[in-house]
Antibody, heavy 118, light 108 residues
Framework: QVQLVQSGAEVKKPGASVKVSCKAS????????MHWVRQAPGQGLEWMGR????????NYAQKFQGRVTMTRDTSISTAYMELSRLRSDDTAVYYC???????????WGQGTLVTVSS | DIQLTQSPSFLSASVGDRVTITCRAS??????LAWYQQKPGKAPKLLIY???TLQSGVPSRFSGSGSGTEFTLTISSLQPEDFATYYC??????????FGPGTKVDIK
């Protein structure tokens, strides 16, 4: 069965970086784009960007350009999202989500809480 | 960028009620719309894709309709496990797939 398992919660200081992993299993990792979405406490869902696990090609939301880097390691079927120069308003749950050819998100990771606090 | 609005933002309903949530897009998106359900502390769950296609395993009391700029999610008979927040997502402007602001369905 398809599973996306994310790394554990993180606490970071302002200005630091965080790297969240998303390990895929149960399907061919390189066959589906992976998107990253975040959700601040009590807020809605915000699209951050996507990676093509086959080519490594990425697209990022303009809001995060210059601060976000999405990578993958096909040998271990894992996608990564690194966010730098963290601010308090980056405190959120970060999700990875598998995207079908039809574009909808059929499987999600369990979420990773990143807390940015001095 | 395509913007989505949802109405209402909050609704209070009873078990057995018929519930309808509306999602409007700032420009036409054909049928490139999905609906998700999210419960507290959990990841969103896909309910409907391509505006009206029920995801496998989702109860048939959920249905979706619409195209262009106006879409609806209907729950024909609300069950206790349906109390959650519902989000629409447009899938037209690849790869920026914006979400609506959400509709929280609460117990009356």
């Amino acid at each position: 069965q398809v599973q996306l398992v994310q790394s554990g919660a993180e606490v970071k200081k302002p200005g630091a970086s965080v790297k969240v992993s998303c390990k895929a299993s149960g399907y061919t990792f390189t066959g589906y784009y992976m998107h990253w979405v975040r959700q601040a406490p009590g807020q809605g869902l915000e699209w951050m960007g996507r990676i093509n696990p086959n080519s490594g090609g990425t697209n990022y939301a303009q809001k995060f350009q210059g601060r976000v880097t999405m990578t993958r390691d096909t040998s271990i079927s894992t996608a990564y999202m690194e966010l730098s120069r963290l601010r308090s308003d980056d405190t959120a749950v970060y999700y990875c989500a598998r995207v079908t050819p039809g574009r909808w998100y059929d499987y999600w990771g369990q979420g990773t809480l990143v807390t940015v606090s001095s | 960028d395509i913007q989505l609005t949802q109405s209402p933002s909050f609704l209070s309903a009873s078990v057995g009620d018929r519930v309808t949530i509306t999602c409007r897009a700032s420009q036409g998106i054909s049928s490139y719309l999905a609906w998700y359900q999210q419960k507290p502390g959990k990841a969103p769950k896909l309910l409907i894709y391509a505006a009206s296609t029920l995801q496998s395993g989702v109860p048939s009391r959920f249905s979706g309709s619409g195209s262009g700029t106006e879409f609806t999610l209907t729950i024909s008979s609300l069950q206790p496990e349906d109390f959650a927040t519902y989000y629409c997502q447009q899938l037209n402007s690849y790869p920026l797939f914006t979400f609506g602001p959400g509709t929280k369905v609460d117990i009356k």
